[in-house]
């Protein structure tokens, strides 16, 4: 039973997109910003992080989500946006925006709804989560869990998947 399982995880039937698929097209609000469509974004690489405030992984994925982010941000085919799933906008929006104050990050942040609709769309059971989206809109990338603990390995791990995708 255990070699079947091991076997259908490897298959691509685990957790996550299968890499190659396509990406399930969402719109979400964003916190401070306009709403982002992964409709509009084809044509650029997508950067998409799972994540919650109360998530200790996540937390040392944040400052490496920063730093992609502030790498990229005058690059015109990369996105980075990070999906929150704290709960719908309405209800954490206030304190997510303290939290992001707080460690002042500046990468923009898309609320998942009551329903956790992107998340399962995504199929994300565990955070942090991070897919890559190509420009024709397919999963080039997903990885579930922290890569490294140090956060220069993260972004090292996040820049390559996104130069894969380019």
């Known amino acids: 039973l255990c070699v079947a399982a091991i076997a259908w995880y490897v298959a691509g039937h685990g957790p996550g997109l299968r890499v190659g698929s396509a990406a399930p097209t969402f719109e979400a609000d964003v916190l401070d910003s306009e709403a982002f469509s992964l409709a ?6 997508v950067v998409l992080d799972f994540w919650a405030t109360w998530c ?3 937390k040392l994925t944040l400052p490496a989500i920063e730093r992609v982010h ?3 941000q005058g690059d015109d085919d ?3 946006l990070s999906v929150n799933t704290d709960g719908p906008k309405d209800r954490v929006e206030n ?3 303290r939290f992001m104050k707080g460690k002042r990050f500046s990468f923009p942040v898309a609320f998942d709804t009551a329903t956790q609709t992107i ?3 995504y199929k994300v059971e565990a955070i942090p989560t991070l897919v890559v989206v190509d420009k024709e809109g397919r999963v080039a990338f997903s990885h579930t869990g922290l890569t490294s603990n140090d956060p220069r390995k993260i972004e090292e791990h996040i820049v390559e998947a996104i130069e894969a995708a380019r």
């Open 40 to 45: 509009d974004a084809r044509g650029q690489v």
């Open 95 to 97: 304190g997510v925006r």
């Open 56 to 58: 200790p992984p996540c």
């Open 78 to 80: 990369v996105r980075v």
């Open 119 to 121: 998340s399962r769309s």
């Open 70 to 72: 502030r790498r990229y």
